[in-house]
């Protein structure tokens, strides 16, 4: 599989996810009480998937190949796109020390998880839809074979080192809470 490919796999996951924290700050909005461990599994998947895993590749391994190619390194859509990746590090921080002192009995921070669970939400949509549409094709047009296999490689090992399945299981219970009778894409093939 084309490393882009992968990641644009990864992007759908993260879609998913995104849904869930939708539907949760609704739910918030509307008064009601979450329990607090479901909120903890949100941030964790962001930390765990999207930031550890994910955002890790493309910093790490995509990025730099795509600089090696020729991509500008400062000023054009690597450096905005690694800005975006700082700026959705911020509002995961604030999202989780506001899903801690409500786990803590602070209901009143609620609407601070609502507030930047939104704007997380919005911001990685966004970032999402301009990887696919326009970075992953252009690094696809940039890397030769070679460089392709290489990235592939050094993906292959990302995938061995970090261990993802757990919280891909959260995803989905996450899913089953927060999104009831939406299609599931994302569940492995019922053997
Ligand atoms: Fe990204
Ligand atoms: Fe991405």
Do not use: W
Request: net charge negative; hydrophobic share 40%.
């Amino acid at each position: 599989m084309r490393p882009t490919v992968e990641l644009t796999g990864e992007h759908n996951q993260i879609k998913v996810m995104l849904a869930v924290i939708d539907a949760a700050c609704d739910r918030l909005d509307a008064g009601e009480k979450l329990p607090p461990a479901e909120l903890d599994k949100m941030v964790a998947f962001i930390n765990g998937f999207v930031d550890g895993f994910h955002h890790d590749k493309e910093e790490g391994l995509l990025f730099p190949a795509m600089e090696a190619a020729g991509a500008p390194v400062e000023g054009g859509p690597l450096a905005v796109m690694a800005g975006e990746h700082e700026i959705a590090r911020h509002l995961v921080r604030q999202m989780s020390e506001a899903a801690s002192a409500y786990r803590d009995g602070d209901g009143g921070v609620a609407a601070s998880f609502v507030e930047s669970g939104r704007n997380y939400v919005s911001l990685m949509l966004a970032h999402i839809d301009k990887e696919d549409q326009f970075l992953y094709p252009m690094a696809d047009g940039q890397l030769s074979g070679g460089q392709q296999q290489e990235l592939r490689r050094r993906f292959d090992a990302a995938s061995e080192a970090d261990d993802i399945a757990g919280l891909l299981d959260d995803l989905r219970e996450l899913q089953e809470i927060y999104l009831p009778g939406e299609r599931r894409d994302q569940r492995p093939p019922q053997t």
